[in-house]
T-cell receptor, first 111, second 116 residues
Framework: QKEVEQDPGPLSVPEGAIVSLNCTYS??????FMWYRQYSRKGPELLMYTYSSGNKEDGRFTAQVDKSSKYISLFIRDSQPSDSATYLC???????????FGTGTKLQVIP | DTEVTQTPKHLVMGMTNKKSLKCEQH?????MYWYKQKAKKPPELMFVYSYEKLSINESVPSRFSPECPNSSLLNLHLHALQPEDSALYLC???????????????FGSGTRLTVV
């Protein structure tokens, strides 16, 4: 079993839809959770960083963490064509040590 | 300045060549990283530098040689690479706070390397 599982998609939605991206993990030591957005041929960009169970909101993005179920989600409201990218979940146990990435979900928002 | 700058953006090299990738940041981050990313795959960690000292080497072949000349610069020296080493090479930086989280990475745009 992989430490982090992420549905690879691709996920195709109409503009304005609510998008739900999800990851599950098996390592109970993971305490810090991230979502990165990666456009084609670019480096990943940090979208959200959270370390507690519950929700964290930033504009149209909401990160949700459920440590008891080992499940994290990223919700995108009012999705835009510019949100079309690959979204990577990532998690770590602390410090500056190894971050474990999910395999990424490719999202396409259709105008 | 909230950027990580990587040069060159593209590099084509022969299997007998020696080349270097460069990375620079001026955010005061004291941890810097090299990642390798193949198409449609997540980034794979290669090296971690903390306070200019190599702290993690993920069993990377010796044809890849990292160097951290100062707190703002990170190099990756390449020699005798193989075609399967063709990939996007990403540099990243983050804060270092002992056992505390690093609050996420700032990635550069990467160097797209092709080995012929």
């Amino acid at each position: 079993q992989k430490e982090v599982e992420q549905d690879p998609g691709p996920l195709s939605v109409p503009e304005g839809a609510i998008v739900s991206l999800n990851c599950t993990y098996s390592n109970s030591a993971f305490q810090y959770f991230m979502w990165y957005r990666q456009y084609s041929r670019k480096g990943p960009e940090l979208l959200m960083y959270t370390y507690s169970s519950g929700n964290k909101e930033d504009g149209r993005f909401t990160a949700q963490v459920d440590k008891s179920s080992k499940y994290i989600s990223l919700f995108i409201r009012d999705s835009q064509p510019s949100d079309s990218a690959t979204y990577l979940c990532a998690m770590e146990s602390g410090g500056y040590q190894k971050v474990t990435f999910g395999t990424g979900t490719k999202l396409q928002v259709i105008p | 300045d909230t950027e990580v700058t990587q040069t060159p953006k593209h590099l084509v090299m022969g299997m007998t060549n020696k080349k270097s990738l460069k990375c620079e940041q001026h955010m005061g981050h004291r941890a810097m990283y090299w990642y390798k990313q193949k198409a449609k795959k997540p980034p794979e960690l290669m090296f971690v530098y903390s306070y200019e000292k190599l702290s993690i080497n993920e069993s990377v072949p010796s044809r890849f040689s990292p160097e951290c000349p100062n707190s703002s610069l990170l190099n990756l020296h390449l020699h005798a690479l193989q075609p399967e080493d063709s990939a996007l090479y990403l540099c990243a930086s983050s804060q270092v706070k002992g056992g505390s989280p690093n609050y996420g990475y700032t990635f550069g745009s990467g160097t797209r390397l092709t080995v012929v």
